[in-house]
């Protein structure tokens, strides 16, 4: 015994709805029919015409007359038939192109089902690897957070800090400070420029040294360290989604915009700072937004600490140096959430 006509079987879908494809109606000899019924009246009115016809008119015919009488006798019956085979053919036609239409919206039917079934398994398999990676990229944050920087080169004295170092407050009064030591954190050089901007791309594989590198670096700064993890859930939650920063191509802001930024300023004169375009991550953002309060409270929290920090870190940056921070993966992630909740409304 085969197998029932009403499934299919698949090797990557499994069982799909299938129906035979139909067979086209048999016209209904009416056609033919009707053409005889004419044809069978035509030559009685013309048997009717020869009975009842005078015999001096009928007599001695000539052969001009014995032409045209054959003619008007056949011609009729021959353009009946005629009419009767066009009907009959366009009637086929028609029933032929009903039978491929449901054939076709079968054919249709079948497929979307069968796209709809590997759309799923795609998007499981996607939400694992997505889920795998978080868990890998959280362990090795935690695991950074408590290693030293034992490899590579250590940043030259004089090379500039990412951060401006707060004034130390004056003492309320005269009474002498106990000379407790210097905490370890003050004797450890400052955080670069360069390693700060490379830490907020995040490391692009498994074998970029230098970007684990510099991300060892920034994690060691409290700062820093609360903007990065602020920005690694921000990343987790959107990825879920299937929003990836390296998918973004938002237009680019001039750096003077990003430093009214800093000072403050907001409403449309910086309105350029959110530019990102992408229709279908900023609908999906703000849809997670509106209904997800672990992913809203991880956006506010992560535009909190990038505007602290970068309030500090525009006072030590260069103009390339400012434009090489918004073209991160970090920045990125500020600019979709700073426009989908009106940062720079």
Do not use: C
């Amino acid at each position: 015994m085969g197998e029932p006509q009403s499934e299919r079987k698949t090797p990557e879908s499994g069982a799909v709805p299938w129906s035979p494809v139909p067979q086209p109606d048999v016209p209904s000899r009416r056609t033919e029919w009707v053409a005889g019924g004419l044809t069978v009246l035509w030559l009685a009115l013309v048997g009717a015409v020869w009975l009842f016809l005078p015999a001096g008119e009928a007599a001695g015919p000539n052969a001009a007359s014995l032409v045209m009488t054959v003619v008007g006798v056949v011609l009729p019956v021959v353009m009946i038939w005629i009419a009767a085979v066009t009907a009959r053919t366009a009637q086929e036609m028609r029933a032929e192109a009903q039978a491929l239409k449901v054939a076709l919206e079968a054919m249709r039917s079948a497929w979307l089902n069968q796209a709809q079934i590997r759309g799923g398994q795609a998007l499981e398999k996607k939400l694992d690897e997505v889920a795998i990676a978080a868990r890998q990229a959280e362990s090795a944050l935690a695991t950074f957070s408590t290693r030293r920087d034992h490899g590579g080169a250590q940043p030259p004295a004089d090379r500039k800090a990412a951060l401006a170092v707060p004034k130390a407050a004056a003492p309320v009064d005269d009474q002498p400070r106990l000379a407790l030591g210097t905490p370890a954190e003050d004797l450890k050089p400052p955080v670069s420029v360069a390693d700060f901007i490379r830490a907020m791309q995040f490391p692009d594989n498994a074998e970029d040294k230098e970007g684990f590198r510099a991300l060892r670096r920034a994690l060691e700064d409290r700062t820093m360290a609360k903007l990065l993890r602020a920005a690694q859930d921000v990343l987790n939650l959107l990825a879920q989604d299937g929003i990836y920063m390296d998918d973004l191509k938002p237009d680019r802001a001039r750096p003077e915009l990003w430093r009214r930024f800093a000072k403050g300023e907001r409403g449309r004169e910086i309105a350029a700072l959110g530019g990102v375009r992408d229709r279908s991550s900023l609908a999906l953002t703000s849809g997670r937004m509106r209904a997800d309060t672990i992913f809203r409270d991880a956006a506010h929290h992560f535009l909190r600490q990038f505007d602290r920090t970068f309030t500090e870190f525009e006072q030590n940056a260069s103009d390339e140096e400012v434009a090489e921070l918004a073209e991160t993966r970090t920045a990125r992630a500020f600019m979709l959430l700073g426009r989908v909740t009106g940062t720079f409304d």
